[in-house]
C-alpha cells in the first residue's frame, strides 16, 4: 500500500474516531437531561476543539520529537494544551448558553472530569503520534541503508568486472602480438575475436541477469579466441538442455571459471586438453560445471587461482547473499567447478 492511500486510510479512521466521541459525549448529555441542541453544541465545541489540540500535538511531533528520558516535556506541554482546550471550550460554551443556569452550573461542575479526559486524548494522540513517526524515520533509515549497501555492492561488482577485462585484453594482445609474425590470417581472426567479446561485454555492464544461452553464445566468443592461442592443444564441449538455456544467469559469470580451468588443464599438462562445460537444472536452479583435466603433482586446483575462483564466489555472494554458490572438487585427475545460480 502506498504511503498516500495510507495517509488517506488513517485520516477516514481518525473522522470516525472524531464523530464517535461527539456521539458518546452527545448520549451523555441527553442522559442528563440536557435538550437535544445544547447535548450537540457542546458534544460538537469540545470535541472540535479537542481536535484541534490534538492535531496540533501530532504535527508539532512530526517535526520535533523529545530525546529519550526527556518525556516530561511532552507531559508538560500536554498539560498546556488540555488547559488551553478547557479554557477556550468553557469560554466559547458559556456565551452561548449564559442564559441557561442549570448547565452553567453543571458545566463547572465537570471541568476537572472534562481537564482530565482532555489530558487523556491529547496524551494518547501524542504517544501515537510519536510511535508512528519513530516507526517513518526507521523505515526511512533502513531504505537508506538498503541504498547505501546497494551502492556499494553495485560498485565492488563494477571493480570485479574490471578487474577480469584488463586481465584477459593483456593476454589476449600478447598472444595478437606473439602471431602477427607467423600467422598473420589467424591474428586477424583473433583480433576479431576480441573486438566481438569486447562489444558484448560493454552491453552488460549494467548487471542484469542474461539467459543461458546468451551467456553461453558469449562464452564462445572467448573460447574461439584462447583456441587461436593454443591451436589444436586446446577443444572444448558444451552442453545444456533446452530448458537450461532459458534460465538467467549474472553476465560473464562463467569466463573466469573456464578461464582457471584453461589455465590448470593447459599449463600443467601435456596434449590435447578437453574441457568440458555442462548445464543442468535442479530445484529451480541452474547449475553449471566446469571440467578440466589436471597433474596433483605439478598444481593445486581446490586453492583456485588469485581473481579467477575467489572473484567468482564473491560476485556470487555479492548478488545472492550466500557463499554456497561454488563449488569445486577433484576427482581421478579430473577438477570440476560448480556454480549454482538462484532463478
Known amino acids: 500500500m502506498s504511503t498516500s492511500n495510507i495517509?488517506?486510510?488513517?485520516?477516514?479512521?481518525?473522522?470516525?474516531?472524531v464523530l464517535s466521541c461527539i456521539f458518546f459525549q452527545f448520549i451523555v448529555l441527553f442522559w442528563?437531561?440536557?435538550?437535544?441542541?445544547?447535548?450537540?453544541?457542546?458534544?460538537?465545541?469540545?470535541?472540535?476543539?479537542?481536535?484541534?489540540?490534538?492535531?496540533?500535538?501530532?504535527?508539532?511531533?512530526?517535526?520535533y520529537r523529545p530525546e529519550r528520558n526527556r518525556y516530561l516535556y511532552m507531559l508538560i506541554w500536554c498539560l498546556i494544551l488540555a488547559a488551553?482546550?478547557?479554557?477556550?471550550?468553557?469560554?466559547i460554551l458559556s456565551l452561548l448558553f449564559s442564559s441557561d443556569a442549570y448547565y452553567a452550573n453543571f458545566l463547572y461542575k465537570s471541568l476537572p472530569v472534562r481537564f482530565f479526559i482532555g489530558l487523556l486524548i491529547i496524551g494518547l494522540s501524542a504517544?501515537?503520534?510519536?510511535?508512528?513517526?519513530?516507526?517513518?524515520?526507521?523505515?526511512?533509515?533502513v531504505q537508506r541503508k538498503a541504498d547505501a549497501e546497494k551502492l556499494a555492492r553495485d560498485a565492488e561488482l563494477y571493480n570485479l568486472r574490471q578487474q577480469l577485462q584488463p586481465h584477459f585484453l593483456f593476454n589476449s594482445l600478447n598472444s595478437i602480438t606473439a602471431l602477427i609474425g607467423t600467422r598473420p590470417e589467424e591474428a586477424r581472426k583473433m583480433i576479431h575475436k576480441l573486438s566481438d567479446f569486447l562489444r558484448?561485454?560493454?552491453?552488460?555492464?549494467?548487471?542484469?541477469?542474461?539467459?543461458?544461452?546468451?551467456?553461453?553464445?558469449?562464452?564462445?566468443?572467448?573460447?574461439?579466441?584462447?583456441?587461436?592461442?593454443?591451436?589444436?592443444?586446446?577443444?572444448?564441449?558444451?552442453?545444456?538442455?533446452?530448458?537450461?538455456?532459458?534460465?538467467?544467469?549474472?553476465?560473464?559469470?562463467?569466463?573466469?571459471?573456464?578461464?582457471?580451468?584453461?589455465?590448470?588443464?593447459?599449463?600443467?599438462?601435456t596434449g590435447i586438453?578437453?574441457?568440458?562445460?555442462?548445464?543442468?537444472?535442479?530445484?529451480?536452479?541452474?547449475h553449471v560445471s566446469v571440467q578440466n583435466p589436471y597433474d596433483p603433482e605439478t598444481t593445486r586446483p581446490k586453492h583456485g587461482t588469485g581473481f579467477g575462483l575467489s572473484g567468482v564466489k564473491r560476485r556470487l555472494h555479492l548478488l545472492f547473499g550466500r557463499t554456497d554458490l561454488l563449488e569445486t572438487?577433484?576427482?581421478?585427475?579430473?577438477?570440476?567447478?560448480?556454480?549454482?545460480?538462484?532463478q
Not at 472540535?48 to 500535538?57: E, H, R, V
Not at 504517544?127 to 533509515?141: G, H, R
Not at 576427482?331 to 538462484?342: A, G, Q, Y
Open 7 to 17: 495517509k488517506i486510510k488513517y485520516f477516514w479512521i481518525g473522522i470516525r474516531y
Open 127 to 141: 504517544l501515537v503520534s510519536i510511535l508512528w513517526y519513530t516507526q517513518q524515520d526507521q523505515k526511512e533509515i
Open 200 to 269: 558484448g561485454t560493454l552491453k552488460k555492464e549494467d548487471q542484469q541477469p542474461v539467459s543461458l544461452a546468451e551467456e553461453l553464445t558469449h562464452l564462445q566468443l572467448y573460447l574461439d579466441i584462447e583456441m587461436v592461442r593454443f591451436g589444436h592443444r586446446l577443444s572444448t564441449e558444451i552442453g545444456a538442455d533446452e530448458a537450461c538455456r532459458k534460465m538467467l544467469i549474472p553476465p560473464m559469470i562463467l569466463q573466469p571459471i573456464v578461464e582457471n580451468a584453461i589455465k590448470f588443464g593447459l599449463y600443467d599438462t
Open 273 to 286: 586438453v578437453n574441457i568440458i562445460i555442462k548445464a543442468e537444472c535442479h530445484d529451480n536452479e541452474l
Open 32 to 63: 442528563y437531561g440536557f435538550t437535544v441542541q445544547t447535548s450537540i453544541y457542546d458534544s460538537a465545541i469540545s470535541i472540535a476543539i479537542l481536535t484541534a489540540a490534538s492535531l496540533l500535538m501530532a504535527n508539532n511531533l512530526k517535526y
Open 329 to 342: 572438487k577433484s576427482d581421478s585427475h579430473i577438477f570440476t567447478s560448480t556454480v549454482k545460480i538462484p
Open 84 to 91: 488551553i482546550w478547557l479554557f477556550t471550550s468553557q469560554w
